[in-house]
């Protein structure tokens, strides 16, 4: 108990719950695997282990991600929590594809992606699901071909995104390659559909097998309609060498066989294999093509009429180039023309742009000599309004002193006057006592 434990190992032990002493352990224990249990929930002690940086529970009961981890700040992820609800999708998205149902499961199959892809590091339960999904997804797309008709252009270009990069994590490579291959001979790309397809030849190591077959006749197919029908017998032959009863491979073979000896001379002479640009670009006889007789090209194999051929031809050849010449002098009088009269007409649109911005430029200039009259005008109606209203302040400040001093004096004349008369009050009184006690002393004095 004195000891400190810095790891514990309890896997595949069958264990429901945690028997530990967090406050043991919460000071020290680093290190925690409890994979292949019955734990249906972390215990919330377990939020304390300070130094806790691995927490394995794997393949337990663990439906939801704990609240508290988010809060510990510990660097370990819950990746069986997080990768859990991806499966399930993705399993829901398989049952819906084996089911047929290809615009819900690629709806599916692009809302896992899209959580996936919203991750900052890839880990490595992420990227198989990463990479099933996207090669399903291209599937998905593929099949909803019929449904999406009007739209070929947006739908292809999603299913070889998909496919492309499913044969770049190599998941079902094969099977990648040939659907990619055979969405590209169904819009017509012959050409990258032949090269995808013999991409998807190169997975089978061992030789060909039984599963090379639909590949080959793919490729076959891709090559009679690009009017390389040597290439198409070569695939067929293959085909044939696997599965010797192949019915499509057999009828194929055959009316490609009567096609060619009725038309062409069959395929077995260097003649006819020389006469073939053996490219997927090559141009030749197409299937559907007008066709030659067999008499006529007998005919043309004659020497002598294969020397007049000859001849026609070579003065055939020269009466082209003459021609040809003679075009391209009069296409290039043709073009000096167009370019004098070009030049012409853009040395007039210079001259009238620069005469327009002569103009402008006059009507600018007018238009700030008018703005700065005007400014001056107003600045000198401002300064004559300030003058105004400067003296009739000054007349103004003059009257009210004017007015103050009246007041003032007026005010003084008032109380010199109540002074005056308060003094002549009291000086009558004075004299009406003197008066009154004279004729009470004479009073007294006659009695």
Not at 8 to 32: F, H, W, Y
Not at 293 to 312: G, H, Q, V, Y
Not at 412 to 429: D, G, N, Q, S
Request: net charge neutral; glycine share 4%; with cysteine.
């Amino acid at each position: 108990a004195d000891m400190p434990l810095y790891s514990i190992c309890l896997g595949a032990n069958a264990i429901t719950q945690l028997p530990l002493d967090m406050e043991l352990l919460r000071k020290s224990l680093a290190v925690l695997r409890l994979d292949r249990n019955a734990i249906p929930a972390i215990p919330t002690r377990l939020y304390e282990c300070d130094c806790l940086v691995e927490l394995n529970l794997s393949n337990n009961l663990v439906e939801a991600c704990p609240a508290g981890i988010s809060k510990l700040g510990n660097p370990f992820n819950a990746t069986e929590v997080m990768v859990r609800p991806l499966l399930e999708m993705a399993a829901q998205a398989k049952h819906d594809l084996e089911h047929r149902n290809y615009k819900t499961a690629a709806a599916l199959f692009t809302a896992l992606l899209n959580q996936a892809s919203a991750v900052s590091v890839m880990s490595k339960e992420l990227e198989p699901i990463r990479a099933h999904a996207t090669f399903y997804r291209g599937i998905c797309r593929y099949q909803q071909k019929i449904e999406l008709r009007t739209a070929v252009q947006e739908w292809k270009l999603e299913a070889q995104a998909d496919f492309k990069q499913a044969i770049r994590y190599q998941v079902e490579p094969t099977t990648a390659a040939f659907t990619l291959g055979s969405l590209y001979a169904k819009t017509f790309q012959l050409p990258e559909a032949i090269e995808m397809l013999t991409h998807a030849l190169k997975y089978f190591t061992n030789g060909i097998t039984q599963g090379a077959v639909p590949i080959l006749l793919q490729r076959a197919e891709a090559w009679e309609q690009l009017g390389q029908p040597p290439m198409a017998n070569d695939d067929y032959k293959l085909v044939l060498t696997v599965d010797p009863s192949h019915d499509i491979a057999i009828a194929r073979l055959a009316a490609l066989e009567t096609h060619q000896a009725k038309y062409h001379v069959g395929f077995d002479t260097d003649a006819h294999k020389r006469a073939f640009v053996m490219e997927p670009n090559g141009i030749c006889h197409r299937r559907n093509d007008p066709t030659i007789s067999l008499t006529r090209l007998n005919e043309i194999d004659s020497p002598t009429k294969f020397a007049e051929a000859c001849d026609s031809l070579r003065d055939a050849k020269q009466r082209a180039m003459y021609i040809e010449v003679t075009k391209k002098v009069e296409a290039k009088k043709s073009r000096q023309g167009r370019v004098t009269q070009v030049k012409q007409l853009m040395r007039e649109i210079q001259e009238r742009q620069a005469m327009e911005r002569e103009e402008e430029d006059q009507f600018e200039r007018e238009a700030a000599i008018e703005f700065f009259r005007r400014q001056k005008a107003l600045e000198w109606q401002r300064e004559e309004n300030e003058r105004q209203w400067m003296q009739y302040e000054e007349a103004s400040q003059r009257w009210v002193e004017s007015e103050l001093e009246r007041i003032r004096l007026e005010e003084l004349a008032a109380l010199e006057e109540a002074r005056r008369k308060a003094e002549a009050k009291a000086e009558y009184k004075k004299r009406l006592a003197r008066r009154g006690g004279l004729r009470q002393g004479g009073r007294s004095g006659k009695r």
